[in-house]
């Protein structure tokens, strides 16, 4: 007899289909060769998925789903979910001295973006050709061994350069996080105010020597700023007290998540992973 390789799940005789997991699969990581992880990463999400929708219709909730944004709502699923945790889960509430002894313990996590001031010379090619990438990094190199650390000749070399920002010296202006590519910003991160780029950093633009003409780094955000984030950490700190997780959702009547799933017809198995993974999930 033929079974299949990643067969169907049953949740409490509600059949969630292979193609369905597999489909859901794609949101979840696991090795190359190994398939079969995602696969129970994606049945562990949707047997989940469907015990709290089973008692969420089981409690007779109704959707109704609430605006995330601009023209963007939930959907029906999704508020009965919202609904049915509203109602079965009590969350102790967060003490204002709470929050703010999480905050003092290390308020650097909470800093303003720094900013750099940022010149280039970019000796343009395209990284997946590899004679122009090498034609264009012995161009790079050639400038850089004229400056030899010279900031002084930066301006001078920058003409040479293959981005419009040579008429102004090879000058970018006030960058921050994530305004140029990563590599770019990788490097500038390593760079001393006044400092050039010790070689050539390669990008999907070409070879760049990059200059840090200043830097602003961010300041610590007074707790008045981060408090609503700050509140945030400390309701996803592990552990933090909730009550009726296993017995407000699941009354002695009801299956709990881990008995619901079950072995059904040969062509039908259920993932033992996501039995034991809702057990833990429970305690």
């Given at each position: 007899m033929n079974v299949a390789l990643f067969p169907d799940v049953v949740v409490n005789n509600e059949t969630i289909p292979s193609a369905a997991i597999a489909a859901e699969a794609q949101n979840h990581t696991?090795?190359?060769?190994?398939?079969g992880i995602a696969w129970r990463k994606a049945a562990q999400?949707?047997?989940i998925?469907?015990?709290l929708l089973q008692e969420a219709k089981r409690r007779g909730l109704t959707p109704d789903p609430l605006e995330l944004a601009p023209s963007r709502f939930e959907t029906e699923d999704e508020a009965l979910i919202r609904a049915l945790l509203d109602e079965a889960l009590e969350i102790e509430p967060i003490a204002e001295d709470a929050v703010r002894a999480e905050w003092q313990k290390d308020p650097d996590r909470y800093r303003s973006a720094p900013l750099w001031d940022v010149s280039h010379i970019l000796c343009a090619c395209d990284p997946?050709?590899?004679a122009e990438r090498a034609m264009a990094e012995a161009r790079a190199l050639a400038l850089l061994a004229r400056l030899d650390g010279d900031a002084k000749g930066?301006?001078?070399?920058?003409?040479?350069?293959?981005?419009?920002?040579?008429?102004?010296?090879?000058?970018?202006?006030?960058l921050g996080p994530g305004d140029t590519v990563p590599e770019f910003?990788?490097?500038l991160r390593t760079l001393a105010e006044g400092g050039i780029s010790p070689t050539p950093v390669l990008s999907r633009h070409g070879w760049h020597i990059i200059r840090l003409n200043a830097t602003a780094p961010g300041q610590v955000l007074p707790y008045e700023t981060v408090r609503p984030k700050s509140r945030r950490r400390w309701k996803r700190r592990p552990g933090r007290g909730h009550h009726g997780t296993s017995s407000n959702l699941w009354p002695k009547a009801h299956r709990s998540p881990a008995q619901a799933l079950r072995r059904s017809e040969p062509r039908e198995r259920t993932c033992h992973a996501t039995v034991r993974a809702i057990a833990a999930w429970e305690r």
């Open positions: 696991g090795p190359k060769d190994k398939p999400a949707l047997a998925r469907a015990l997946r050709d590899d930066f301006a001078a070399a920058a003409r040479e350069s293959d981005c419009g920002s040579k008429a102004s010296a090879g000058h970018l202006g006030q910003e990788a490097a």
